[in-house]
Structures are given as structure tokens and as C-alpha cells.
Nanobody, 119 residues
Framework: QVQLVESGGGLVQAGGSLRLSCAAS????????MGWYRQAPGKQRELAAT???????NYADSVKGRFTISRDNAKNTVYLQMNSLKPEDTAVYYC?????????????WGQGTQVTVSS
């Protein structure tokens, strides 16, 4: 069983910064990719950023240039540095880990951390 524990959420003013952390219960190099998704009230969960084992990253257009995803394999932790935050970034942010085994994709989720950006 994989556990992903997020931390670092909170309340911040527009233009401010936060860094989210996602600590995994096992080596993150065992996953094909890890990422951050977010879900705002009344909206579907959406991708914010992903990072693969080789360090390739992908960002939603809405966060490009403001958010940076990174990983520390030694600490089994993935980070999301969020700068120039906007009120529309307000959401619950979820850590995600994915692995493909024998042709099947498995996804694991954390419990989420709330990010609130005030105007």
C-alpha cells in the first residue's frame, strides 16, 4: 500500500508564494510519474503539474511560468513551488503517483491540502 502525505497548504494573499510537499511511503523512483492535481469548489479535478522518473515535467497552461514541480529522490518527496499566486489558484491540491505494471496503470492519491488565495 502506498501512502502519499501532502503538506504546505494554507492561506496566502494574491501575489504570494507557497511550497507544497508530498512525502511518499516508499521510493518515488518506483513510480513512472508523480504529480499535483487540484480541485476547486464545484469543479472537476485538473492537472497542475507532473514529473517523470527522468525529470521531465509537464504543466497546465494556467500555471506555466508560476509553478515549478521538483523531486528529491533521497527524501522520497515531490514539491510544488507556487509563485505569483492568484485567487483562481484556490483549490484542494492532491499529490498523485502513477505506475504501470503488466500493462495496467495504477494511480495513488494523497488526502489533499487546501490552498486559499485571497484577493
Amino acid at each position: 500500500q502506498v501512502q502519499l502525505v501532502e503538506s504546505g497548504g494554507g492561506l496566502v494573499q494574491a501575489g504570494g508564494s507557497l511550497r507544497l510537499s508530498c512525502a511518499a511511503s516508499r521510493s518515488i523512483t518506483s513510480f513512472d510519474a508523480m504529480g499535483w492535481y487540484r480541485q476547486a469548489p464545484g469543479k472537476q479535478r485538473e492537472l497542475a503539474a507532473t514529473i517523470t522518473t527522468d525529470g521531465s515535467t509537464n504543466y497546465a497552461d494556467s500555471v506555466k511560468g508560476r509553478f515549478t514541480i521538483s523531486r528529491d529522490n533521497a527524501k522520497n518527496t515531490v514539491y510544488l513551488q507556487m509563485n505569483s499566486l492568484k485567487p483562481e489558484d484556490t483549490a484542494v491540491y492532491y499529490c498523485n503517483a502513477q505506475i504501470v505494471l503488466f500493462g495496467r496503470q495504477y494511480a495513488y492519491w494523497g488526502q489533499g491540502t487546501q490552498v486559499t488565495v485571497s484577493s
